[in-house]
């Protein structure tokens, strides 16, 4: 598991959760951690090629689309 640090912009310290975007985020992150990964693990001979892909020169990694669905769970109230 790849572990996160929020910031205070992230999360509501009242109510203890993290704000709805940062789960984009955190499948921005995966992706990337996947790539390079994947370049040392699976394809170590293309490896400088892998990471140039998010570098400013690079191609880049294109995400052409995210959903997020969201679950309401309403409080139960005493």
Do not use: C
Not at 11 to 22: K, P, W
Not at 30 to 44: E, S, V
Request: avoid cysteine; proline fraction near 3%; hydrophobic fraction near 35%.
């Amino acid at each position: 598991m790849l572990a996160h640090t929020n910031t205070t912009t992230q999360s509501d310290q009242l109510a203890g959760h993290v704000n709805n975007v940062t789960y984009n985020r955190y499948a921005e992150s995966a992706r990337i951690l996947w790539a390079q990964r994947y370049a040392r693990n699976i394809d170590p001979k293309h490896a400088e090629a892998w990471q140039g892909l998010w570098t400013p020169k690079g191609h880049g990694l294109i995400l052409r689309s995210i959903k997020t669905d969201f679950k309401f769970v309403g409080i139960k109230r005493r």
